[in-house]
């Protein structure tokens, strides 16, 4: 199947900072999702994006679908940030594959 | 939109006793999925369905493992017998054309 690597596995910021969090995959795909999976447990939809980019506030996504990887890129990071970033990206058939997703700690 | 609705949010059960937990698609979402998450292997994707009809269900881990999705608006997975080794979070996802969401997940503990 599709492999899907994230870097960095751990990153720790302080609160303010930015940070980018990069996917790369190893097959064209059709689908690729940013999710965030809050210390809570919840798996929450933050970018559809197989290609392009796109912003919601302080966060931006930008797929360079050609060279297989992804970025999300974080500004003005805040406590709540915290949680764990998944990549996701689905091939031809309907199954989504996750990364191993990035730990993101940010400190007051 | 109340999004896709998993209950119980949490169920603790004896080795060896049925478990069966539900999940209702967001309405409209022709394809429905069951994940699971452990610490070991992550993500991984138990089955999936699509317009009610299970297509994959590759995943499954083993006979002990069903599912089911008698309509549009409500879907079961069940583990009889339930054992240890089948504590995980269990999320269940539906999608248009496009992306996924998932839902808030049981955390199942099997003691």
């Known amino acids: 199947g599709i492999q899907v690597e994230q870097s960095p596995p751990d990153l720790i910021l302080q609160e303010g900072a930015n940070s980018t969090l990069r996917c790369n995959f190893s097959?064209?795909?059709?689908?690729l999702q940013w999710f965030h999976q809050n210390p809570w447990g919840q798996l929450i939809n933050l970018f559809y994006?197989?290609?392009g980019t796109k912003q919601n506030g302080r966060l931006s996504a930008t797929t360079v679908a050609t060279e297989r990887y992804s970025l999300l890129y974080i500004s003005s990071s805040q406590t709540t940030d915290s949680g764990v970033y998944f990549c996701?990206?689905?091939?031809?058939?309907?199954?989504?594959?996750f990364g191993t997703g990035t730990r993101l700690t940010v400190i007051p | 939109d109340a999004g896709v609705i998993q209950s119980p949010r949490h169920e603790v059960t004896e080795m060896g006793q049925e478990v069966t937990l539900r999940c209702k698609p967001i309405?409209?979402?022709?394809?429905l999925f069951w994940y699971r998450q452990t610490m070991m292997r992550g993500l991984e994707l138990l089955i999936y369905?699509?317009?009610?009809?299970?297509?994959?269900d590759s995943g499954m881990p083993e006979d002990r493992f069903s599912a089911k999705m008698p309509n549009a608006s409500f879907s079961t997975l069940k583990i009889q017998p339930s054992e240890p080794r089948d504590s995980a979070v269990y999320f269940c996802?539906?999608?248009?054309?496009?992306?996924?969401?998932f839902g808030s997940g049981t955390r199942l503990t099997v003691v």
């Open positions: 097959d064209s795909v059709n689908n």
């Open positions: 309405s409209g979402h022709n394809s």
């Open positions: 996802a539906s999608r248009p054309i496009g992306g996924y969401t």
């Open positions: 994006i197989p290609s």
């Open positions: 996701a990206v689905r091939t031809g058939a309907n199954n989504l594959f």
């Open positions: 369905f699509n317009n009610n009809v299970p297509i994959d």
